[in-house]
């Protein structure tokens, strides 16, 4: 009888071990500004996140394990970026999707490399991010070489014989893409008039917009965010400064048109081609608008970052992050809502595309019309 209630035991404590082994979640994280100025972008990340999470765990999970999913916020601060990478480290994260802004994403990848996480970010468009030599960092966006040729190209063509400032605001992301940028318009044979850094997080750009309007500046180019950018061009509008702006893909955000007002109109940059406009996405876009949010700026490129995750982890048939960052990298094409993906060797998206987009009437939109 003791023999047979200590068998029971066993039994019960094998079964339950194996129910704990089969039902264990897969704990993944976004990671980006759920706070702070650019917090309307972390909400994209967020959103995104959450919605590919419940749509893979819907549909049966990764290899038959649900996803459990961490919401990291870094307030695109370098130096939260990678304390928040230890405390992702620590709770067990096997994967992020972040972060946003490359002056963090950098950073974390180190820590992400020595944890054994794989990072693919959905909007890091620095080449350091995947220049560095790390095994375990891919993206889902282009790189800043590729849209500042088109920027730089553009500015060229247009405004030959013009005077140009290319203004930065000193961060990995901003700084970089205006160096680029300006590369390539050099290139094409345009000199800029102007080159000048900003301070992020202030208030009054009048002094730059002053200068910029006495240099008889015909076209800006900002590389940084939004908030910054709307301020600017909302007090070149001010001082009568009609230059035309231009900027990057960080400015794909209603909320440029909120800070700038009408000043906004005619403001264009590049981006992506409109991810909510690719046949993949529409369902999903319709499902998004259903409860009342718009899928705009980086949310699918977040939801297709863990479709990427999970279509490796399914074809790797596990959990090991290197062999899921070598399937990656090996070019094997993913289809994902933001249309199939393939990376290269160093974890860059293969093919990648920029087209121009124009604000007018409180929004934005893909414009075919400039080339």
């Given at each position: 009888?003791?023999?047979?209630?200590?068998?029971?035991?066993?039994?019960?404590?094998?079964?339950?071990?194996?129910?704990?082994?089969?039902?264990?979640d897969?704990?993944?994280?976004?990671?980006?500004?759920?706070?702070?100025?650019?917090?309307?972008?972390?909400?994209?990340?967020?959103?995104?996140?959450?919605?590919?999470?419940?749509?893979?765990?819907?549909a049966?999970?990764v290899?038959?394990?649900?996803?459990?999913?961490?919401?990291g916020?870094?307030?695109?601060?370098?130096?939260?970026?990678?304390?928040?990478?230890?405390?992702?480290?620590?709770?067990?994260v096997?994967?992020v999707?972040?972060?946003?802004?490359?002056?963090?994403?950098?950073?974390?990848?180190?820590?992400?490399?020595d944890?054994?996480?794989?990072?693919?970010?959905?909007?890091?468009?620095n080449?350091?991010?995947?220049?560095?030599?790390?095994?375990?960092?891919?993206?889902?966006?282009?790189?800043?070489?590729?849209?500042?040729?088109?920027?730089?190209?553009?500015?060229?063509?247009?405004?030959?014989?013009?005077?140009?400032?290319?203004?930065?605001?000193?961060?990995?992301?901003?700084?970089?893409?205006?160096?680029?940028?300006?590369?390539?318009?050099?290139?094409?044979?345009?000199?800029?008039?102007?080159?000048?850094?900003?301070?992020?997080?202030?208030k009054?750009?009048?002094?730059?917009v002053?200068?910029?309007?006495?240099?008889?500046?015909?076209?800006?180019?900002?590389?940084?965010?939004?908030?910054?950018?709307?301020l600017?061009?909302?007090?070149?509008?001010?001082?009568?400064?009609?230059?035309?702006?231009?900027?990057?893909?960080s400015?794909?955000?209603?909320?440029?048109?909120?800070?700038?007002?009408?000043?906004?109109?005619?403001?264009?940059?590049t981006?992506?081609?409109?991810?909510?406009?690719?046949?993949?996405a529409?369902?999903?876009?319709?499902?998004?608008?259903?409860?009342?949010?718009d899928?705009?700026?980086?949310?699918?490129?977040?939801?297709?970052?863990?479709?990427?995750y999970?279509?490796?982890?399914?074809a790797?048939?596990?959990?090991?992050n290197?062999?899921?960052?070598?399937?990656?990298?090996?070019?094997?094409?993913?289809?994902?809502?933001?249309?199939?993906?393939?990376?290269?060797?160093?974890?860059?998206l293969?093919?990648?595309?920029?087209?121009?987009?124009?604000?007018?009437?409180g929004?934005?939109?893909?414009?075919?019309?400039?080339?």
């Open positions: 009888m003791k023999k047979l209630i200590l068998s029971g035991i066993a039994l019960s404590f094998a079964a339950a071990l194996s129910a704990s082994t089969s039902w264990a897969i704990t993944i994280a976004t990671v980006g500004p759920i706070t702070g100025s650019l917090a309307a972008l972390g909400e994209q990340y967020k959103r995104g996140a959450e919605m590919a999470v419940a749509d893979i765990n819907a049966g999970g290899n038959g394990e649900m996803l459990k999913l961490e919401i916020d870094d307030a695109c601060d370098p130096k939260q970026a990678v304390a928040v990478a230890n405390q992702m480290a620590s709770k067990g096997k994967f999707a972040g972060h946003l802004c490359s002056g963090s994403s950098i950073p974390a990848s180190q820590v992400y490399d944890e054994g996480i794989l990072q693919i970010s959905p909007a890091s468009t080449p350091l991010f995947t220049e560095g030599g790390h095994w375990n960092v891919a993206r889902v966006c282009g790189r800043d070489d590729a849209q500042g040729l088109v920027a730089g190209n553009y500015l060229a063509k247009h405004f030959a014989g013009k005077k140009i400032a290319i203004i930065d605001d000193k961060s990995a992301y901003g700084k970089g893409l205006a160096d680029a940028t300006k590369a390539a318009m050099n290139a094409a044979g345009l000199k800029e008039t102007m080159a000048e850094s900003i301070n992020p997080g202030e009054d750009y009048s002094a730059l002053s200068k910029m309007k006495d240099a008889g500046i015909d076209a800006v180019y900002i590389g940084g965010y939004h908030p910054e950018g709307a600017i061009l909302k007090q070149m509008r001010e001082q009568g400064l009609t230059s035309q702006m231009l900027s990057g893909d400015m794909n955000n209603v909320e440029f048109w909120t800070i700038a007002g009408e000043a906004a109109k005619g403001m264009i940059f981006f992506a081609p409109e991810p909510r406009n690719i046949p993949d529409k369902d999903l876009v319709a499902k998004f608008k259903a409860a009342g949010f899928p705009e700026g980086y949310t699918l490129n977040t939801y297709a970052s863990i479709q990427l999970a279509a490796a982890a399914t790797t048939k596990g959990l090991d290197k062999a899921i960052a070598k399937w990656l990298r090996a070019g094997n094409e993913v289809k994902t809502v933001i249309g199939p993906i393939k990376l290269d060797a160093k974890g860059d293969i093919g990648a595309k920029y087209v121009w987009y124009k604000f007018d009437n929004n934005y939109a893909e414009d075919d019309t400039i080339q």
